[in-house]
């Protein structure tokens, strides 16, 4: 790939770059000396690399006020996108100005507008005025740096296009939902680990950003900017359950023998005639190294999964997205069992997970009752356990007379 001189400019700022940062910064941290940033603060070094870079210069008046960093303090519109001007030494491309008709007295004006340059913020977004004031949410903060990954290079630009429709392990995706306009630049946040979920297991697209959380922030996109995206496990997950519908080749040793991509919205009746099932994606995770699981893993798998799924290796979860239509009066799990195919036939997730996200998955008692309630279709996220090495994992035979089969790939 021929590197763009924006490009390169980045990657100066890269990795080594970076540790060189945490070092002067370490080194001159009694010389800087913000009050309010205490040698225990979680993001000392992060702010101070930040504010030695160049990138914090600050507040209106050019100066920290009475030696001060405000680390709790609210990023807003114009002081990100003053920050995002500053990680690049280089002129932009194209001089843009005047873009934001409310922004030609304010301070920020040619960052801003800089920052539009380089591609970091699209006008568009913003027909009604920039509003420079305005706090900045996670929601803008994720598509202002995905956009710059993209600008840069062509690579993040597709990775936003493949992670349009793919599953994003927050309780927002589940309900209300995330549109499919931000559903790439939200992944491609995550996927860079740029930025991450709260505890809850909400992205909290709404929320705030604090300075001393932003500084971290920058100094990621400066990192992920000097690396290819294929270089991102978590955006490679991301990307395949986006194009594939399954992220299996990517993290397990399985793989279906045809894509899954046609396999998904196919129906499936059940050979007890109870009702039919419609078959989504598979979702697999990775446990070998419990304490880095792979990307799915806080979704679907919690402590108490732990004994079971460390206690044989080569053991492998894989959530499978189904929507079960119940058509037999009195319909119940053991309709389901009885009724499908074992590839198809997966058991209900066994933690609380689906109660912190907001999915659903196959109940364990009240079962008539569960689906009485829900003639009209369900859709769950059930379990099965594949384990490397078994042999034949399953298939089925969908009532096109299309097949979706499992087998061992490595």
Not at 179 to 206: C, N, R
Not at 221 to 250: I, M, Q, Y
């Amino acid at each position: 790939m021929k590197l763009t001189k924006r490009v390169s400019l980045f990657l100066v700022m890269g990795a080594v770059a970076i540790t060189a940062l945490f070092g002067t910064a370490l080194r001159e941290a009694k010389a800087m000396n913000f009050k309010d940033v205490s040698a225990t603060h979680w993001a000392k070094d992060s702010i101070l690399a930040a504010v030695n870079a160049g990138y914090f210069k600050g507040y209106s008046n050019g100066t920290f006020n009475n030696g001060t960093f405000k680390p709790d303090a609210t990023i807003t519109r114009a002081e990100f996108a003053s920050l995002l001007s500053r990680i690049s030494k280089a002129e932009p491309p194209t001089e843009i100005e005047n873009v934001f008709n409310d922004l030609n007295n304010h301070w920020s004006k040619k960052q801003v507008e800089r920052a539009v340059a380089f591609g970091f913020i699209d006008p568009k977004n913003y027909p009604n005025g920039f509003k420079p004031n305005t706090a900045l949410t996670r929601e803008e903060m994720a598509i202002w740096l995905s956009s710059g990954l993209a600008a840069l290079d062509e690579a993040y630009k597709q990775a936003l296009l493949d992670t349009k429709e793919t599953l994003i392990p927050v309780k927002e995706y589940f309900k209300p939902g995330i549109p499919e306009s931000k559903a790439g630049h939200i992944a491609v946040a995550m996927g860079t680990k740029l930025m991450s979920g709260y505890p809850d297991g909400s992205f909290g697209m709404k929320n705030t950003t604090t300075r001393a959380e932003t500084s971290a922030i920058l100094l990621r996109f400066v990192k992920a900017a000097a690396k290819k995206a294929d270089t991102f496990p978590a955006l490679n997950e991301l990307r395949a359950v986006g194009t594939e519908k399954n992220n299996l080749e990517v993290v397990t040793p399985f793989k279906p023998t045809r894509s899954m991509t046609e396999a998904s919205g196919k129906t499936k009746t059940f050979r007890n005639n109870a009702g039919q099932l419609v078959f989504h994606r598979m979702i697999a995770v990775n446990v070998e190294n419990w304490n880095e699981k792979s990307f799915y893993g806080d979704l679907f798998v919690s402590e108490i999964n732990k004994g079971f799924l460390t206690e044989e290796k080569g053991t492998y979860p894989v959530f499978m997205e189904i929507t079960i239509y119940p058509k037999s009066k009195d319909f119940d799990v053991d309709h389901y069992y009885s009724g499908m195919p074992n590839l198809m036939a997966g058991a209900a997730i066994n933690n609380e997970n689906y109660k912190k996200y907001g999915y659903k998955t196959m109940p364990r008692t009240e079962t008539k009752e569960f689906f009485a309630a829900r003639s009209s279709g369900v859709k769950l996220w059930v379990v099965r356990y594949f384990v490397k090495g078994q042999g034949a994992l399953g298939e089925v035979e969908f009532d096109d007379g299309s097949f979706l089969k499992l087998v061992q790939a490595k």
